[in-house]
């Protein structure tokens, strides 16, 4: 089973600093689960344009992480911004379960 | 040095959508720190995104050889750009309070030497044709890497010592 992050990239950019690595692992978690709550309400509130716009900021980071699926999930969501609720309603539920697998494997590099 | 305003201290929130001018205070202060640039020992680097994640990545990749600045809108953008005159920026595209071209527009129409590298996620034609109008000096897809980012400082560092030769 493939890791849910490559985390060569960023480490590539860190440059083994373990300590703005770890500030970075926290910055991810408090933008995301912020993001995640945006595209949660622009789906309640039925605001495509809301929606894009997280899913979009959410792509970047998740891409400059390395959680390569999580990015494609955020795409996916950003290009079918105007499409159905309940399709919308699905990417997101797959968001957040794509999201829990990058924190639990974010964490264990931590500990 | 560098560093980036923070919004909890900072009692002013950029508007919705962000003025492409600066004040009479920012054109002043302008025109006095443009005087001092070549002067300056260590490169000024303005990194200009709203994502915290991302801009802390790129930051703190830089940081360490040069003077850096992080921007989350361009209304901060501004400020630092007229405060600073930065040599490089590095600049997202899409900004809450601003179009990222609108902004590379302005920051060349004051200062035609700013080198400007814009950013994205998004890998459409009309980003790269309308950079290209603005007449930025690059182009960088996101996922950052090293190489493109040091790539880019190495062209532009190239190109100061070839017109400070002429």
């Known amino acids: 089973m493939t890791a849910p992050v490559n985390l060569s990239n960023l480490r590539e950019m860190t440059d083994g600093d373990k300590e703005l690595e770890e500030a970075l692992f926290q910055e991810f978690f408090s933008s995301t689960e912020a993001l995640l709550d945006q595209l949660n309400e622009a789906l309640n509130s039925n605001d495509p344009e809301a929606w894009r716009a997280a899913a979009h900021a959410l792509k970047g980071t998740s891409y400059n992480l390395g ?29 957040r379960k794509e999201y829990q697998g990058v924190k639990e494997f974010l964490e264990n590099e931590l500990n | 040095m ?32 443009l005087s001092r640039r070549p002067l300056r020992p260590k ?19 830089l940081q360490r050889e040069h003077v850096c600045f992080g921007a989350r809108n361009a209304f901060e953008a501004i400020h630092y750009f007229a405060e600073h005159a930065p040599d490089i920026i590095f600049l997202d595209i899409e900004l809450p309070d ?33 950079a290209r109008e603005n007449q930025v000096h690059g182009f960088i897809a996101k996922p950052y890497s090293k190489q493109s980012i040091f790539n880019a400082i190495d062209v532009y560092s190239k190109s100061k010592l070839k017109r400070s030769s002429l």
């Open chain 2, 98 to 130: 601003q179009d990222g071209h609108g902004l590379a527009g302005l920051f060349k129409k004051l200062d035609p030497q700013t080198y400007i590298v814009m950013v994205t996620g998004n890998s459409y034609k009309k980003d790269v044709e309308k």
């Open chain 2, 43 to 61: 490169l000024e680097i303005l990194i200009v995104e709203d994502q915290d994640f991302s801009r802390k990545l790129l930051m703190g990749l």
């Open chain 1, 67 to 95: 959680a390569q699926k999580l990015g494609d999930y955020c795409k996916t969501a950003q290009e079918g911004h105007t499409g159905p609720h309940e399709e919308k309603a699905a990417l997101l539920m797959s968001l």
């Open chain 2, 2 to 33: 560098g560093g980036s305003l923070d919004n909890k201290t900072d009692p002013l929130s950029p508007p919705q959508q962000t003025k492409l001018e600066l004040s009479a205070h920012q054109r002043d202060a302008l025109q006095k720190v």
